[in-house]
């Protein structure tokens, strides 16, 4: 372009849906992102996937519903089936 042109410019952005979620939710296993959810004080592994990522979150379009509680501090240290306590 010729310096000092002008320009008009419209820039689309599709829509994001999904679920955010912290970063540090985040476990991969086998280079497959999952979370840790609590269902009466037990974690389970849900493998989910990722539509965007962030600096430090990440929105999930599937495998999460918006009801699931998310443990989203030291979740690495956790293993699927693990008795947590909820604080």
Known sequence: LPA???VKVKIKQRGIK????P????VLEY????VYVVKNNVAYRKIVTIQKDYVDKVVISSGL???DKVVIE???L?????KVLVK
Do not use: C, E, R
């Not at 280079?31 to 999952?34: E, R, Y």
């Open 74 to 76: 030291n979740a690495y």
């Open 31 to 34: 280079g497959k992102p999952g």
């Open 23 to 26: 970063k540090a939710a985040i």
């Open 4 to 6: 000092n042109l002008d």
């Open 18 to 21: 999904g679920i955010i979620v």
């Open 78 to 82: 956790l293993s699927d089936g693990i």
């Open 65 to 67: 519903n918006s009801t």
